[in-house]
Antibody, heavy 117, light 110 residues
């Protein structure tokens, strides 16, 4: 069974940093590209970042470029998202999603990040 | 990377059909046949229901169907059931390994 479990969310002050993680199981993690997607409270989905199987290709949404860093460790079946200079508008549920090629076929349950003083 | 445009809400009675539109630009929807649709129930993670404009993932009901014309993609749901009440999001590849989602459409089954 494919399983993606996000962790690392919490309450953080504006200007702070946080690292989100996604633990993958039930499939060959190293064979799939991955993405991060977030959803602000009561809002729609926003694609944030993509990483290829071997980390050679990485891309970001313009809205987060320069503050967010995606990475993966295929030996540990793990995906990460480093978020710096946190802003109120970063408050959201953050999902990791498996990229089956041209769509996101499996999603985790999400981890909640709240940015507030 | 502007969000795709979807109607905020649609509604229909059980057994009826509804269509949700998703309008993008020639840089995303109009340029690639990589439009996908997701269903999201409250408090749950999104679920893939259509990919590459018209294809169904394994296990997804064929009551869902997708199409595209120019810069607009559409999701049609036939034989509405109470369990279909959810939010629906379109998503398009936008080049360079970037993606853009629609704003979402709330489906109400009357």
């Amino acid at each position: 069974e494919v399983r993606l479990v996000e962790s690392g969310g919490g309450l953080v002050q504006p200007g702070g940093s946080l690292r989100l993680s996604c633990a993958a199981s039930g499939f060959t993690f190293s064979s799939y590209s991955m993405s991060w997607v977030r959803q602000a409270p009561g809002k729609g989905l926003e694609w944030l970042s993509y990483i290829s199987t071997d980390s050679s290709t990485i891309d970001y949404a313009d809205s987060v470029k320069g503050r967010f860093t995606i990475s993966r460790d295929n030996a540990k079946n793990s995906l990460s998202l480093q978020i710096n200079s946190l802003r109120d508008e970063d408050t959201a549920v953050y999902y990791c999603a498996r990229d089956e090629g041209w769509a996101f076929d499996f999603w985790g349950q999400g981890t909640t990040l709240t940015v507030s003083s | 990377q502007s969000a795709l445009t979807q109607p905020a809400s649609v509604s229909g009675s059980p057994g009826q059909s509804i269509t949700v539109s998703c309008t993008g630009t020639s840089s995303d929807v109009g340029n690639y046949d990589f439009v996908s649709w997701y269903q999201q129930h409250p408090g749950r993670a999104p679920k893939l229901i259509i990919y590459e404009v018209t294809k169904w993932p394994s296990g997804v009901s064929n009551r869902f169907s997708g199409s595209k014309s120019g810069n607009t993609a559409s999701l049609t749901l036939s034989g509405l059931q109470a369990e279909d009440e959810a939010d629906y999001y379109c998503c398009s590849y936008a080049g360079g390994r970037t993606w853009v989602f629609g704003g979402g459409t709330k489906l109400t089954v009357l």
